[in-house]
């Protein structure tokens, strides 16, 4: 068994296996292995995977399963102290891996640590889907060490102490397989974005830490399956934040955090509209419907979760912050 396993899930992705691969390759400890689990590509990946290389162990999903559904299937058939989620559009950097795996041998409370992620293209400024550590505020909305919103900071250094986060970036995550497995992994009825957030917050309930190492160094392309723009996307984000909320949120805060949180939903579809998004104002809503359609199942879950108190949320509103008060920046404890 492996220390160490690297988990790449791949949707049609085979120009990033073909520049990325070589990379993690190349500084990769002897104690770990990497894993591609590939979600039915129809662009070839599996076939130039079992070409150019061989000595990548290959998971073969016979549809494509999402990613939280498709991570899951795939750590069914691996075994390793550590998993690491790591997206096929990342480029790795020398001795990546080691500071994090020293930093969660030293303490077996921290169960998920992420690197620093930075831009691929802008390579001194931070990626947005992740930054120098993840956050959430009062109502759910989600923000950086080094990302407010569309608001992206150059990295001087500024993030580069190792600290407590509320979650760890989907992009890059390790996390230990003991953990993973006694959370029930990822939520499959997410499919994809938010699911790594929801993850966190349930260990964070289990009293456990979740960490951002900035020793370690990944560049992210980011939007390599779903671009920024896609209303998919938006459906996504939306539909899932409200999941997010209905999971986790303490029973005290639920109904009065769902009346705040419909308005700026509302708030949102306008500007959409307004834009000319008619497609993403569209999907708002969608998003919405689905969520009523669910809630009872989604509400059953709050029963087989951790039930630690646990209220580290930002106990403000970062849209409030950011928007009225011209906030943009976040250092782990304040905004300025």
């Known amino acids: 068994m492996a220390k160490l396993a690297i988990v790449i899930l791949n949707w049609n992705g ?17 104690y770990a292995e990497i894993v591609v ?50 997206n096929s559009d990342i480029e790795v950097t020398p001795h990546w891996v080691e500071p994090i795996i020293e930093q969660m041998d030293a303490d077996a409370r921290i169960a998920a640590v992420q690197p620093k992620l930075l831009s ?11 930054a120098s550590g993840g956050f959430v505020d009062k109502y759910g909305y989600p923000f950086c060490r080094g990302r407010v919103f569309s608001n992206v900071e150059d990295d001087h250094g500024q993030y580069d102490d190792e600290m407590d986060i509320f979650w760890a970036s989907g992009a890059a995550l390790f996390v230990r397989s003991d953990v993973f497995r006694a959370m029930g992994g990822l ?12 993850f966190c917050w349930r260990i964070k309930n289990a009293g456990y830490k979740i960490k951002v190492n900035p020793k370690s160094v990944v560049y992210h392309i980011g939007g390599g399956t779903l671009p920024k723009n896609n209303s998919f996307k938006t459906y996504l984000n939306f539909r899932n934040n409200l999941y997010l909320l209905l999971k986790n949120l303490p029973e005290d805060r639920l109904a009065k955090t769902f009346v705040v949180k419909f308005f700026l939903d509302q708030v949102a579809a306008i500007f959409f509209l307004l834009q000319g998004h008619f497609k993403d104002f569209v999907a708002v809503y969608k998003a919405m419907f689905h969520f009523y ?3 009872k199942k989604c509400k059953a879950k709050r029963n087989t979760l951790p039930k630690l108190a646990f209220s580290d949320t930002y106990p403000k509103s970062v849209v409030f912050l950011h928007y009225f008060k011209r906030k943009k920046f976040f250092d782990g404890k304040n905004f300025s």
């Open 187 to 198: 939520d499959a009825d997410f499919f994809a974005h938010m699911e790594e957030i929801d």
């Open 120 to 130: 691929y293209h802008q390579r001194d400024r931070f990626e947005y889907a992740g």
């Open 293 to 295: 359609a669910n809630y």
């Open 14 to 30: 085979k120009r990033f296996l073909e520049q990325f691969l070589p990379v993690l390759e190349q500084y990769l400890p002897d």
């Open 37 to 86: 689990a590939d979600n039915a590509s129809s662009d070839g990946s599996v076939a130039f995977l079992k070409e150019a290389h061989p000595s990548v162990r290959l998971l073969e999903h016979t549809e494509n399963e999402g990613f939280a559904r498709g991570y899951n299937h795939a750590f069914e058939h691996v075994e390793a102290q550590y998993y690491c989620l790591l």
